[in-house]
């Protein structure tokens, strides 16, 4: 095998896949590593574990086709810093050495026989399909998956629900304590319903991976207990947690005695403020009282003290006190985009939060019991 790169190039195709390539998750060295693979005109580097493969197509030129299989950390560092634009790669059939050149700089790595790599295989059709781009989808997946659980014993709840039913596609994430749901019109109807819970860690990874300097078009495929991505040069497919998904519908509020409308800036820097002093307790407890067109937010350390904190709002309906974990408040206001923030809530009840003039965004927040 014989190959030659742009630098940026190689670099970028190897960075894509480094995530994947290095995961430490299991002891089977074959699973740690990388295949760059260069038949039939085209460059791909794949990597492959347990729970996601990833194949990126790289630009370069093949002066000798061939495969080579490598698991070596230190590749794409030094790739990275080798002193030239061009870097070349080759490998005698009979050699166990690749051996990458770049400038005055060669760098030999050991590899592994390319018959123990399990390959990313390709699959053009599932049980459904649908498209939509990049940036709508790293939308819905950074303003939901953040809610997930991360106590494995619940594996349910440490994966995000994404539900397509005809021309509306839905992501849902929660950990029972909060409830974050965005969803979005798709252009085109599917036949076949999705109902797919896809691991916040492998979501995080696609997310990482999409393009946002501009929309691509990402066409998404079912297969069974997998679900894939193609976008670009780059074919991500990852397995999917198996159960069922509790009914989000069911703890979703409809019914509240307190509606406050308040400035997100203001209230995020209140929120901030009076967390200083909770979130260096057990569970960062903040009391939220809504009265006179103002919210009053108390917390308290039994070894440090009091804080209070007051921001104004627009209030509807009755008084109401009630407390909240503040991270959980935190982590909804920063995934707001809204300069204006409606809270809906009644007493011993969860809150519904909701952008102003966006219905297609809601988070749900339980309360919390205080003495």
């Known amino acids: 095998m014989k190959l030659k790169f742009k630098k940026e190039d190689l670099t970028k195709g190897l960075q894509t896949v480094q995530k994947v390539a290095q995961n430490k998750s299991n002891n089977i060295s074959y699973e740690n590593g990388l295949l760059i693979k260069a038949l039939k005109d085209v460059i791909e580097i794949q990597a492959n574990d347990y729970d ?3 194949k990126v197509i790289v630009p370069g030129i093949i002066e000798e086709p061939g495969e080579v299989f490598i698991s070596n950390p ?6 990275r810093r080798l002193p030239s634009d061009e870097i070349e790669m080759k490998k005698q059939d009979a050699d166990t050495k690749l051996t990458v050149l770049g400038g005055k700089s060669k760098f030999e790595c050991l590899t592994m026989n390319p018959d123990d790599f ?17 940036i709508t989808l790293k939308n819905l997946i950074d303003n939901t998956s953040y809610a997930c659980s991360t106590d494995d014993a619940r594996p349910i709840f440490m994966g995000t629900l994404m539900e397509v039913n005809e021309s ?6 929660t950990d029972t304590h909060r409830l974050a749901l965005k969803k979005v019109i798709l252009e085109q109807s599917i036949e076949q319903p999705i ?4 691991p916040s860690r492998l979501l995080a990874e696609i997310s990482r991976q999409m393009p946002t300097d501009m929309p691509q078009v990402v066409e998404i495929t079912a297969i069974r207990n997998n679900i894939a991505f193609k976008f670009s040069n780059v074919y991500i497919k990852t397995r999917l947690i198996e159960g069922e998904f509790p009914n989000y519908r069911r703890v979703i509020p409809s019914e509240f005695s307190c509606k406050v409308m308040v400035e997100r800036n203001e209230f995020t820097g209140s929120v901030e403020r009076t967390s200083i002093i909770a979130k260096d307790s057990q569970y960062d407890v903040i009391n939220f009282i809504f009265e006179d067109n103002q919210i009053k937010l108390t917390s308290q350390h039994p070894d440090y003290g009091t804080v209070e904190d007051y921001v104004a709002c627009s209030m509807e309906g009755e008084q109401l006190n009630i407390s909240f974990n503040g991270k959980f408040i935190l982590d909804i206001l920063k995934h707001c985009k809204s ?3 409606i ?3 009644k007493a011993n009840s969860p809150m519904l939060v909701q952008e102003k003039g966006e219905d297609s965004y809601i988070y749900v927040v339980t309360p919390m019991r205080t003495r």
């Open 52 to 54: 996601m493969g990833i």
């Open 74 to 79: 230190f590749l794409i560092e030094l790739t």
């Open 118 to 134: 399990n390959e990313v295989t390709l699959i053009d059709s599932g049980y459904s399909n649908f498209s939509t781009d990049s």
């Open 168 to 173: 509306t596609l839905t992501m849902v994430a």
């Open 195 to 198: 109902k797919a819970i896809i």
């Open 339 to 341: 300069n204006e923030i």
């Open 343 to 345: 809270l809906k809530s």
